[in-house]
């Protein structure tokens, strides 16, 4: 049975791997087990969560590909677009392009399994931000927020305009997280956050957010890739 470690940026991301990621993929013989990204060390300690830095993730990451060995352990990320790493490899040639997202996340893709160079490593950036995977079903909201119909239709007009959930663009006022917020002040992004996502379904995500699915659908084949070349 293929091990599966989601380097996870933030709680809300740990914890929709380890309720909605991991029971799914349970069902394609995949176990995951979750971390928290390392942002910093300072003396001997390492401090989890956020993705801001990239040499203490990539050393963190790096020193699990060395410990865990065995040809049956994935690694993949889950990570933000939002606000990424100024040291991020790849993202000179990605900011190139900003018409492209999707080009510019594969660009960051491909340039971070090259920097760790284990083709065990599957690494996954988010278009923009976790918070646009709320946005494959605003309605979701109605059981954190009752009678805010407005508030949820206002997010549902702003999917419509872009079409797919990953399309709304990373601004500091205009990420996905920002607009939600702009509709409930209160929103707290470790519950609600994980907890819309799992009402909402992977299904649903999948069929509105392509680059999340193609990662879904690559994690979906880890046990088969056991005796294939990994795509």
């Given at each position: 049975?293929?091990?599966?470690?989601?380097?996870?940026?933030?709680?809300?991301?740990?914890?929709?791997?380890?309720?909605?990621?991991?029971?799914?993929?349970?069902?394609?013989?995949?176990?995951?087990?979750?971390?928290?990204?390392?942002?910093?060390?300072?003396?001997?300690?390492?401090?989890?969560?956020?993705?801001?830095?990239?040499?203490?993730?990539?050393?963190?990451?790096?020193?699990?590909?060395?410990?865990?060995?065995?040809?049956?352990?994935?690694?993949?990320?889950?990570?933000?677009?939002?606000?990424?790493?100024?040291?991020?490899?790849?993202?000179?040639?990605?900011?190139?392009?900003?018409?492209?997202?999707?080009?510019?996340?594969?660009?960051?893709?491909?340039?971070?399994?090259?920097?760790?160079?284990?083709?065990?490593?599957?690494?996954?950036?988010?278009?923009?931000?976790?918070?646009?995977?709320?946005?494959?079903?605003?309605?979701?909201?109605?059981?954190?927020?009752?009678?805010?119909?407005?508030?949820?239709?206002?997010?549902?007009?702003?999917?419509?305009?872009?079409?797919?959930?990953?399309?709304?663009?990373?601004?500091?006022?205009?990420?996905?997280?920002?607009?939600?917020?702009?509709?409930?002040?209160?929103?707290?992004k470790v519950v609600e956050g994980a907890g819309i996502a799992a009402l909402i379904g992977l299904q649903t995500i999948r069929d509105r957010c392509p680059h999340?699915?193609?990662?879904?659908?690559?994690?979906?084949?880890?046990?088969?890739?056991?005796?294939?070349?990994?795509?």
């Open positions: 049975m293929p091990r599966l470690y989601v380097y996870a940026e933030g709680q809300t991301e740990q914890t929709f791997a380890n309720n909605v990621l991991g029971p799914h993929l349970a069902n394609f013989g995949v176990h995951v087990s979750t971390i928290l990204v390392a942002n910093a060390r300072h003396k001997g300690k390492v401090n989890r969560g956020g993705a801001t830095n990239y040499a203490p993730m990539r050393k963190d990451i790096n020193n699990l590909l060395k410990q865990e060995k065995s040809g049956d352990v994935f690694f993949t990320t889950m990570i933000d677009f939002y606000a990424i790493s100024r040291e991020f490899p790849g993202l000179e040639a990605a900011e190139k392009i900003p018409h492209l997202p999707y080009r510019q996340v594969e660009i960051l893709e491909a340039a971070f399994s090259a920097n760790l160079g284990d083709r065990r490593f599957l690494p996954h950036i988010q278009l923009y931000e976790y918070e646009a995977y709320l946005f494959a079903d605003p309605s979701q909201f109605r059981l954190y927020y009752e009678k805010h119909e407005p508030q949820i239709a206002a997010l549902q007009a702003i999917v419509d305009q872009y079409g797919s959930p990953e399309l709304i663009d990373g601004g500091s006022h205009t990420a996905p997280s920002k607009r939600i917020l702009a509709q409930f002040p209160d929103y707290n999340f699915a193609a990662w879904l659908t690559r994690l979906e084949q880890l046990a088969n890739s056991l005796t294939q070349p990994l795509a």
